[in-house]
């Protein structure tokens, strides 16, 4: 098969390395073509901006199965589709976060009205709820090539054990990452941060902020402890009242799980259902109630060595088991392969 995944972004990767993963593990060709970079700076295989407007229609054209990332309308108008080619072939359509739980009444009836048959899938389980009645929803967790980034960024047992001769360390490092201060409620973990570091000696922050993707993951594998979401969001659907979202967890508690790092992130017990009913488990996440819950859990950890590498190592597990890479490979094969 030949595969195309396109979208003006790649949002938190999920382009370039499920491409990635498919080429490496099986026998299909696949793309990543990205129109937009940020400050992430995601590797990217094809940069629509080095190629003109038919270049990037032939692909589409070459291509059995192409997954568009979030919006499907605005590349059939400036690509100048042929809606008949585009249908004719196996479409699916990649919804991510706050595009789908903020903007979804607008962004799900644009996309049906150029796929009327795509399949969606969704970064995070909590997003199957948002899809509009009669969608074909699945979740299709955002991959990440484990051993690829361990072997990059990571220490290896050699290295942990000369550096457990020389002297073990005392400092515990609680690190956060954050694209949106209000969004990810960063001001909690500022909070907590400010009373832990000043009531215990041992303890340091360190802060990732409009880094790029590489010096992000090489920051986030110095980390002791990562904190994750602190938020939570209402969504009013049309006819119906607010409604109360966690955030469940994001990439940061993927990369923590990379590097065995326990992450704090507020998980609330329907989150740990929503887990429960499409994974079959909830992740080993530390959550917390309120800030002054959050500032305990956080005092207690830089306290406890052995329940941080506890915590740690089931998250790894957990993790590895859902986003390495054979793993979505698998899903994602099996998903496209039962599309008629």
């Known amino acids: 098969m030949r595969i195309v995944q396109i979208g003006f972004h790649d949002t938190a990767g999920s382009m370039f390395f499920l491409s990635h993963a498919i080429n490496k593990l099986t026998k299909h060709k696949a793309v990543s073509i990205r129109f937009l970079n940020d400050y992430l700076r995601w590797p990217t295989m094809i940069e629509a901006s080095a190629y003109n407007r038919s270049d990037i229609r032939k692909m589409l054209y070459k291509a059995d199965v192409i997954h568009f990332h979030i919006r499907v309308k605005p590349f059939f108008i400036t690509l100048r589709l042929d ?8 479409t699916l359509v990649y919804y991510h976060g706050s595009m789908l739980r903020l903007y979804g009444e607008k962004l799900q009836p644009q996309n049906l009205e150029c796929l009327p048959n795509h399949i969606a899938t969704v ?17 299709l967790p955002v991959v990440r090539p484990f051993d690829d980034i361990l072997a990059r960024y990571g220490r290896s047992s050699a290295d942990l054990e000369a550096m457990r001769y020389f002297g073990s360390k005392k400092i515990v490092v609680f690190g956060h990452a954050t694209t949106s201060v209000q969004k990810k409620g960063s001001r909690a973990f500022f909070q907590a941060l400010t009373n832990v570091v000043r009531g215990n000696p ?13 010096s992000a993951i090489r920051k986030t594998a110095s980390f002791d402890v990562s904190l ?32 065995s790092i326990p992450i704090i992130s507020l998980f609330t ?14 992740p080993p996440l530390v959550t917390f109630m309120n800030e002054e ?15 941080r590498l506890r915590i740690g190592r089931a998250l790894h597990t957990y993790m590895r088991k859902f986003h390495d890479e054979q793993a979505v490979v698998t899903r994602y094969l099996k998903l496209i392969e039962g599309i008629e």
């Open 83 to 90: 809606p008949e080619k585009i249908r004719a072939k196996k």
């Open 123 to 139: 970064s995070t389980p909590d997003l199957l709820e948002f899809l509009d009645e009669g969608v074909e929803g699945h979740w």
């Open 202 to 214: 041992k303890a340091r922050a360190s802060m990732i902020i409009n880094n790029p993707w590489d």
């Open 228 to 259: 994750g979401t602190a938020t939570m969001f209402k969504v009013q659907k049309k006819g119906e009242d607010a409604v109360t979202y966690g955030c469940g967890y994001g990439l940061t508690a993927v990369e923590a799980g990379i590097f």
């Open 269 to 282: 017990r329907s989150d740990e259902e929503r887990y429960e009913k499409v994974a079959g488990e909830a």
């Open 293 to 307: 819950d959050l500032t305990e859990r956080m005092f207690y950890l830089a306290e406890n060595q052995k329940e």
